[in-house]
Nanobody, 115 residues
Framework: QVQLVESGGGLVQAGGSLRLSCAGS????????MDWYRQAPGKQRELVAA???????NYADSVKGRFTISRDNAKNTVYLQMNSLKPEDTAVYYC?????????WGQGTQVTVSS
């Protein structure tokens, strides 16, 4: 059974920082590309950041220079460091793991940024 669990969300003021974590079981992250997505109320889910098994990263234009995706394969955990947060970053954040046969999703963690 594959399970991804996000943590680290919360309430923060604009300009503050949070670090989200995605811990996996039943899957070895080292072999897979990993993504962070977010979904705000009434909006489509969007890709925020991606990291390949080789360490290459991509970011949505809206978060470039502020967010950093990284991985600790020994801990089977992927992170999203979020700095200089803005109210428009408010959303539920989800991690996704890619395998050859399936994509796996976590349940999400809420991030709320107050002005």
């Amino acid at each position: 059974q594959v399970q991804l669990v996000e943590s680290g969300g919360g309430l923060v003021q604009a300009g503050g920082s949070l670090r989200l974590s995605c811990a996996g079981s039943g899957i070895i992250f080292r072999y897979n590309a990993m993504d962070w997505y977010r979904q705000a109320p009434g909006k489509q889910r969007e890709l925020v950041a991606a990291i390949t098994s080789g360490g290459s990263t991509n970011y949505a234009d809206s978060v470039k220079g502020r967010f950093t995706i990284s991985r600790d394969n020994a801990k089977n955990t992927v992170y999203l460091q979020m700095n200089s947060l803005k109210p428009e970053d408010t959303a539920v954040y989800y991690c996704k793991a890619h395998t050859v046969l399936h994509d796996y999703w976590g349940q999400g963690t809420q991030v709320t940024v107050s002005s």
